[in-house]
């Protein structure tokens, strides 16, 4: 009986090893210019002037993890991952309130999330209206981070 339990219990960390091991792969990043072009190929995301920078996520995280912008300008977080939701939001991880926007319909401490995970395909946008640093992590993958750049 001991030896079922045994192979049983093998069984299923192997089962939730295969599971989860794609989100701490090292998968390269993507640092591609082209990048908008071919996500709104890939993955039927509209292309359009109203964001200043797209930030992609895939499987292995958000690239570029850094970028700089405008104050009043807004980032594209697109997910390009092959299976996986991501929730970009404000840094901490889990109460998402280090960006100082608040209002009434937030979520969880600030403006600055989605509220939701994104499918792969979807996208969210927002727009920085404080200048400073401001980091970002993906609320379903807390290793997966990043940081806006916002000057005036």
């Not at 991880?93 to 600030?110: E, N």
């Not at 996208?123 to 400073?132: A, L, Q």
Request: glycine residues 6%; negative net charge; proline residues 7%.
């Amino acid at each position: 009986m001991k030896s079922i339990i045994s192979i049983v219990a093998v069984l299923l960390m192997a089962g939730v090893a295969y599971i989860i091991w794609p989100q701490f792969a090292n998968a390269p990043q993507i640092d591609d210019p082209s990048a908008t072009e071919r996500v709104s190929e890939q993955k039927n995301v509209p292309v359009d002037e109203q964001f200043a920078t797209l930030i992609t996520y895939t499987d292995g995280g958000y690239s570029p993890q850094t970028v700089s912008i405008k104050k009043g300008q807004t980032v594209r977080f697109v997910n390009n991952a092959e299976r996986q939701d991501t929730w970009p939001a404000s840094a901490i991880h889990p109460t998402h309130s280090i960006y100082p926007q608040k209002t009434d319909s937030d979520c969880l401490g600030s403006s600055f999330d989605p509220c939701h995970g994104l499918k792969p395909g979807e996208f969210w946008e927002f727009t920085f209206n404080e200048v400073g640093e401001w980091g970002f992590h993906d609320h379903l993958h807390p290793s997966k981070f990043g940081k806006i750049l916002v000057t005036e």
